[in-house]
Nanobody, 126 residues
Framework: QVYLVESGGGSAQAGGALRLSCAVSGYTFSRNAMGWFRQVPGKEREGVATITSTGVTRHADSVKGRFTISQDNGKNTLYLQMNSLKPEDTAMYYC????????????????????WGQGTQVTVSS
């Protein structure tokens, strides 16, 4: 079983920054992929950024140049550094993990991930 616990959400002004963390247990980074996803009420969950066990990253176009995903294998922690925040970044952010291989074009698809955290709210005001 894989357990994921997010932290670091909160409120920020537009142009500000937040860093999300995801503590991982029951899973090693030698497995396949982890990622950050977000969802607002009434909309589908969308991929924000993902990272494979080999360190390959993929970021959604909407966050490229502003958000950066990283992982600390020694601490079993996944991070999402969010800079230059915009009001449209407001959402519940979820950490996810998957042990199976995921094709590159599917890395940002929530359907490919089986393990999920409870989420942390990010609110950006203008």
């Amino acid at each position: 079983q894989v357990y994921l616990v997010e932290s670091g959400g909160g409120s920020a002004q537009a142009g500000g920054a937040l860093r999300l963390s995801c503590a991982v247990s029951g899973y090693t980074f030698s497995r396949n992929a982890m990622g950050w996803f977000r969802q607002v009420p009434g909309k589908e969950r969308e991929g924000v950024a993902t990272i494979t066990s080999t360190g390959v990253t993929r970021h959604a176009d909407s966050v490229k140049g502003r958000f950066t995903i990283s992982q600390d294998n020694g601490k079993n922690t996944l991070y999402l550094q969010m800079n230059s925040l915009k009001p449209e970044d407001t959402a519940m952010y979820y950490c996810a993990a998957e042990t199976r291989w995921i094709n590159w074009e599917r890395l940002l698809s929530p359907d490919e991930y089986h393990y999920w955290g409870q989420g942390t709210q990010v609110t950006v005001s203008s």
